[in-house]
């Protein structure tokens, strides 16, 4: 999906990510997550080592398909609650945005 209807931001950057929490927008109006998961990491697959970005040792998460089996029960519940078509495509594009943002405890070095 080229133009992506979520717009995701974890809201801290740099050296403390453990203290951020999900802000996501779905076609500009606010989504708002179940409490559980507000300030979790979404278990997306990516690398998370911040010294080696690039080392495929640290790639963890789930995949695009195995992430939404996963979570498909509180996806469609929030999909529901904030009307958004509770649809493949849709689900696929929320992971994507989340992915882009996604973060492991100890992946920044903070608490090094």
């Not at 080696?52 to 939404?68: A, F, N, Q, S, V």
């Not at 029960?73 to 495509?89: K, Y």
């Not at 929320?94 to 992946?107: K, L, T």
């Amino acid at each position: 999906m080229n133009n992506n209807p979520f717009q995701v931001n974890w809201s801290s950057k740099g050296h403390t990510l453990c203290l951020g929490h999900w802000e996501i927008k779905y076609l500009g109006l606010p989504v708002v997550l179940p409490r559980e998961r507000q300030d979790k990491d979404m278990g997306t697959e990516n690398i998370y080592n911040f010294m080696d970005p690039e080392d495929e040792l640290y790639r963890e998460g789930l995949g695009e398909d195995d992430w939404i089996v996963e979570n498909i029960e509180w996806l469609s519940d929030v999909f529901i609650e904030h009307n958004i078509p509770l649809e493949e495509n849709i689900m696929r594009a929320f992971y994507q945005a989340v992915n882009q943002s996604d973060w492991r405890c100890g992946s920044c070095g903070g608490c090094i």
